[in-house]
């Protein structure tokens, strides 16, 4: 019995490597070492991923909220176990939306969104607001960078309880323009990483790619089946929003 176990096993691995079933390459992060992520939830359902970036404010990703006068989320800090009552945790409600203008539910340009919270998060090891890059163009290609969340680590839908992360290499953005990548869809707004069989995925949304500590992306969208070779995930460039940014936190 024990050999037919192993040897399920073993052909699952290989499926999950030639078919792309599995998103391989994460871990689970160590508890609460990232302190500004954020799950966005509906009905205590985990939705999408955030950022805090100060204590009244979030970013994401505006795809998460296709309906901008929908305020009945809840916003979860602190959180490292989606399931467990940690103490470290600490819920608000959504008191404004602020989607990018420009958003575009067609190709997902301009996918970022400010929440502003309906009170302030107070400071712990477990809640912090992180740094955002601010102007300054593109990550190079090439360049190791750090995506986060609590989404699927599989394509049939497998979710974890744990927050995940993953490292993924920045690609060249002509590369990603080609037509056999994204094509036309694939913006100046964007930026696209990836690496073998290694992915973001369904419920991994808004969350945010990092680079030396500071957020570079968001996560914004991909292919329907994660972590396909030519079907990189796609992320927002922030350093393209810092004027937009600053004006809706002034609100």
């Known amino acids: 019995m024990e050999g037919c176990k192993n040897a399920l096993v073993g052909i699952v691995a290989i499926l999950c490597v030639q078919l792309g079933w599995c998103i391989m390459g994460g871990w689970e992060a160590t508890p609460h070492s990232r302190p500004f992520m954020v799950s966005i939830q509906q009905n205590g359902k985990h939705e999408c991923g955030g ?3 100060a204590e009244k404010w979030v970013m994401s990703a505006a795809h998460c909220f296709t309906d901008p006068s929908e305020k009945t989320g809840k916003v979860v ?3 490292h176990s989606l399931s467990t009552p ?13 989607p990018h203008p420009d958003f575009s539910l ?7 969104i400010l929440l502003k919270l309906d009170g302030s998060a107070s400071p712990t090891t477990a809640v912090k607001p992180v740094a955002y890059q601010r102007g300054g163009g593109y990550v190079a290609a090439g360049s190791e960078v750090t995506v986060l969340g609590w989404g699927s680590t599989s394509n049939l839908g497998n979710r974890p309880d744990a927050l995940q ?8 953005s002509p590369l990603c323009k080609r037509y ?7 913006t100046d707004n964007m930026m696209c990483a990836a690496g073998h069989i290694s992915d973001t995925c369904d419920g991994d949304s808004g969350g945010p790619l990092i680079h030396s500590g ?8 991909g292919s329907k089946k994660c972590g396909k070779p030519k079907k990189p995930g796609i992320y927002t460039v922030v350093s393209r929003y810092t004027q937009w940014i600053d004006s809706v ?3």
């Open 106 to 112: 067609d190709n997902y340009d301009n996918d970022i």
């Open 180 to 186: 056999d990548y994204y094509g036309d869809k694939f």
């Open 214 to 221: 500071v957020v570079v992306g968001i996560t914004s969208n």
């Open 86 to 98: 940690e103490d470290t945790k600490q819920v608000f409600g959504i008191a404004s939306l602020h």
């Open 77 to 79: 800090l602190g959180a």
């Open 165 to 172: 992360e993953l490292t993924v290499k920045v690609m060249r």
């Open 249 to 251: 936190l002034q609100q």
């Open 51 to 53: 950022f805090l970036i």
